[in-house]
């Protein structure tokens, strides 16, 4: 991660930590689609849908619930245009889908409702019950400490990634 997004993802967080205490909405993660699979899945699942990727890597990501300092091993599943990362023990978790132009084959779902690069602010407002200000909007798992990351770009939805506390 660049410097400027280390300090871009804290201030968001920081706002998104006091947001959660004001019973901002959250998401449940186990209606979070993409392909038809669950964004927490199986490395078999991911395998059977995308196939062998065209990268497996190993991450040192200094904190989070993915980083070297938890004591295992996590691995990057590349695809073009979309990463996973986990293990055999833990799972797997998207970490990051590209929705721009160049996917458009994409099919990601939250409870049955469809969302792409052609998803506006508006209509992810509508969906989730939040509101975006700014370029970006993180909404927490529900009963967890880790969560998505929506970023848009002249109004629509243009990539989700992952996101993990120290």
């Not at 991450?59 to 590349?78: I, V």
Request: charged share 25%; proline share 5%; net charge positive.
């Amino acid at each position: 991660m660049k410097p400027a997004s280390y300090l871009t993802t804290a201030a968001l967080f920081a706002t998104l930590g006091v947001a959660a205490q004001a019973k901002e909405p959250t998401l449940d993660y186990k209606a979070l689609r993409i392909d038809g699979l669950l964004f927490y899945t199986s490395k078999a699942s991911i395998l059977k849908t995308y196939g062998k990727p065209t990268k497996v890597t190993e991450p040192n990501y200094e904190c989070g619930f993915h980083a070297a300092q938890q004591g295992k091993r996590y691995y990057l599943l590349h695809y073009p245009g979309l990463k996973f990362i986990g293990n055999a023990a833990e799972g797997y978790v998207l970490e990051e889908v590209d929705l721009g132009p160049r996917y458009p084959q994409r099919t990601i779902s939250y409870r049955g409702k469809r969302l792409s690069r052609l998803t506006t602010t508006a209509d992810f407002q509508k969906l989730f019950g939040v509101k975006v200000e700014g370029n970006e909007k993180g909404l927490f798992n529900t009963n967890a400490d880790d969560a998505f990351r929506f970023h848009f770009v002249g109004g629509r939805l243009v990539k989700i990634d992952y996101w993990s506390p120290c």
